[in-house]
Every structure is written in C-alpha cells, then in structure tokens.
C-alpha cells in the first residue's frame, strides 16, 4: 500500500479520502441531508470498502481506476451501491448528468441525455419542457417533431393588430405573437432603463 501512495501526490490521497468519507457518510449516516437520495433508497458501500481495511481498499482501486485531480465518483448504475465494478471517475462538471431526473433522448440509433440534444440542435431546455408538459409531446416528438399549433388562431392580437405574415412571428413556445405589440414593448422597455440609468447618474 505505502508503494502505491508514494507513486501519487499528497494532495491526491488527501481528495480520495474525503470521497471515501462522502460517500459512507451519504450511505451510512441518516443524519446528512443527502441520505434519503442514497442510504434511504437502498443504496450501500460495498464490503471492500467498508470496515478496518475498507479505506485501503478504496485508494488501492482508486489509482488503479485511474483516479485524476479534481475527478468525481459516479456510479454507472445509479440504482446500485459504492462497488468497484460500479464506479468510475469523471470530471465533476459531468456527474450531474447522470441522475435520476436526468432524461434519456433515442433518436436514429443515437442516445444522448436531453442537456447534449438541446445543445447539439440549438434549442432552449426551457422550450423543450414547456412542450413536454404543457402540450403534452414526448420528449423525442419535442425534439425532432414538434410542429406549432396551428388551429385556434385568432386573426388579431389582443391590441387589434392583424395577423399578417409580415407582423407575426412564432416565438420559442409555438406560439404567434405580433411584431407591433412586440416592438412597443421593446421601446417601453429600453426607454425604462435609460429612465433609470439617468437617475442613477443624477443622483
């Protein structure tokens, strides 16, 4: 053991530890905020890494495992415990993507989380779960086939502007507004915060 400690930085031992102390604490401790998620769902700290000899175990695998500086563990199936044959290090700016809430988008033989598909096609997260729960598509239709509501359409806006194809446009959510009223609100708008950096000036 003192081999495999000599061969890495201090301050690496010093981050696998305090892994190892979160990740019994989590499991272990109903008294950690974060217990009901792990430990009071079900899920453990294998029998290698627990115990007299349990810490060794766990910095002996995670050098083995190719632990890095600043690495995070994840566990590959998240309804199973704190194992060797379960767990993995990534970068911390990755975990959040694997959890329960996170959603899981098939389309033409690919899987990505719903984070990479918004990203990779341009479209708000925002806009695809106003579509999910406020019209009811899946996700996938949500993606790659939502068509905007056409039916039910009023010819004219709230103010008496009418519909035409040159004062109305579709905005994130499927829905027409008008140019006009649009652009009004637009100048009250920015006429607003100029009001407001002139007094800031003034006073």
């Not at 999910?132 to 010819?155: I, M, N, Q, R």
């Not at 009223?181 to 920015?190: A, T």
Request: charged letters at 30%; a positive charge.
């Amino acid at each position: 053991m003192k081999s495999i400690l000599i061969s890495i930085r201090p301050e690496w031992v010093e981050k696998i530890k305090k892994t190892y102390k979160n990740i019994h604490s989590r499991c272990d401790n109903p008294k950690t905020n974060r217990f009901e998620r792990y430990g009071g769902r079900g899920i453990k700290v294998c029998d290698e890494w627990s115990g007299k000899d349990g810490l060794n175990n766990f910095i002996k695998w995670a050098i083995e495992a190719g632990y890095f500086y600043g690495a995070s563990i994840e566990r590959i199936d998240i309804d199973k415990g704190y194992s060797p044959d379960n767990c993995k290090w990534i970068p911390r700016n990755e975990q959040s993507i694997n959890t329960r809430r996170t959603h899981w988008v098939t389309h033409d033989g690919r899987t990505m989380c719903l984070e990479h598909w918004c990203k990779e096609l341009g479209i708000p997260s925002t806009t695809i779960f106003y579509r999910v729960h406020s019209e009811g598509y899946t996700y996938e239709d949500a993606l790659f086939h939502y068509e905007p509501k056409k039916k039910g359409y009023k010819t004219h806006c709230p103010h008496g502007h009418e519909y035409t194809e040159e004062n109305s446009m579709i905005n994130s959510q499927g829905y027409r507004i008008c140019k006009i009223c649009y652009s009004k609100r637009q100048e009250k708008y920015n006429a607003n915060r100029r009001e407001k950096r002139k007094c800031q000036r003034q006073s």
